[in-house]
Structures are given as structure tokens and as C-alpha cells.
């Protein structure tokens, strides 16, 4: 049985959160700091974060390593990217996040999407080949002031974000 209540209950946090965040950041957006790994013991990302989509079908699961690596996990995909984070947030709170795709297993994410993106190329033979591009990705990311909470965004703005994750408790990877 389904607990519509509870369900709402969880929007309706994520909402206020949303909107807690882009008040306490209401300043004039810039552009974003260039991404520099951070010192080990202040980066803010690193650690176990978690999120599950409103009706459970899907967990997606981010393990940002202090070597710079980071675990995607979200359904049936599982991929490992480097990263780079900048020093500070911007004056409108997101850190921008530099991604670049080291392996991936080729099955589709929670939103149904696949990583490898392949095109076909022909060869100096007339054979036609698939190559993956370059997936490097920027990504914005706007943690809570407790810092337990974290959104992710497309663009430096709460228009494209999924989220919140919550920081699991234990190691701090």
C-alpha cells in the first residue's frame, strides 16, 4: 500500500529546502570559480550521498572519494568519473563540479538515459565505426547550510536539479 501522505510530505521537504537555499542565496549570479580539487580535509562533497526517487522505483547514489574519483550509482547504471570542485561556492551558493567519465557499464540511469554516447564515424576504409565521445560534464552543486543535504544542478540556477541526497553517516571515503 502507498503512503501518499508521506510521499507528499517528502516534496513538500525537498521544496522547502529548494526554497530555503535560493533565498539565503539571492545575490546576483556570476560566473562560477574555475574548478580546483580541494584540500583533502575541506572538500565538502566528499563522502557517501543518497536519494530516492518520490515513488522508491529508483536509488541513485554519489560517492565523491577524496583521490578525486567519483561512484555513480543510479539503477541499473554504475559509472566512475574524476572531479574537480572549486574552492568556493559562487556568490548564488553552487560549487561548480568538473566531471569527466573514466568508465561506465553501458545500462541506463534512473531517468532511462545511457552515458556512452556513440557515434558513427567512417573509416578511411568506407567501414562505419562507433566511437564514444569526450563526456566531461559540469555540473552546479548547492549544499544545505548543514551541509546534509546537497542538490544537483545543471546549470547555475534551481530551474534543473534533482535532489536533495542526503550525506549517508560513515566513512568519510
Known amino acids: 500500500m502507498k503512503y501518499p501522505t508521506f510521499t507528499f510530505g517528502i516534496f513538500v521537504s525537498a521544496l ?15 560566473q562560477p570559480s574555475t574548478p580546483v580539487i580541494k584540500p583533502r580535509s575541506a572538500n565538502p562533497l ?58 561506465d557499464n553501458g545500462k541506463p540511469d534512473c531517468a532511462g538515459n545511457l552515458l556512452a554516447d556513440k557515434t558513427l564515424t567512417t573509416s578511411a576504409k568506407g567501414n562505419q565505426e562507433a566511437t564514444t565521445q569526450d563526456r566531461t560534464r559540469s555540473r552546479f552543486i548547492q549544499l544545505s547550510p548543514a551541509g546534509n543535504l ?20 560513515g566513512e568519510n571515503w
Open 46 to 103: 566528499r563522502g557517501q550521498w543518497s536519494w530516492k526517487q518520490f515513488d522508491g522505483s529508483c536509488n541513485e547514489t554519489l560517492r565523491y572519494q577524496r583521490d578525486g574519483e567519483l561512484l555513480d550509482i543510479s539503477e541499473k547504471s554504475i559509472s566512475k568519473w574524476t572531479y574537480q570542485i572549486s574552492q568556493s561556492p559562487s556568490a548564488a551558493g553552487f560549487y561548480r563540479v568538473l566531471e569527466t567519465l573514466i568508465s
Open 16 to 30: 522547502l529546502f529548494a526554497v530555503s537555499l535560493s533565498q539565503a542565496n539571492a545575490q546576483t549570479p556570476t
Open 150 to 169: 546537497l542538490l544537483v544542478c545543471s546549470a547555475e540556477s534551481l530551474n534543473a536539479c534533482f535532489g536533495p541526497l542526503t550525506k549517508e553517516p
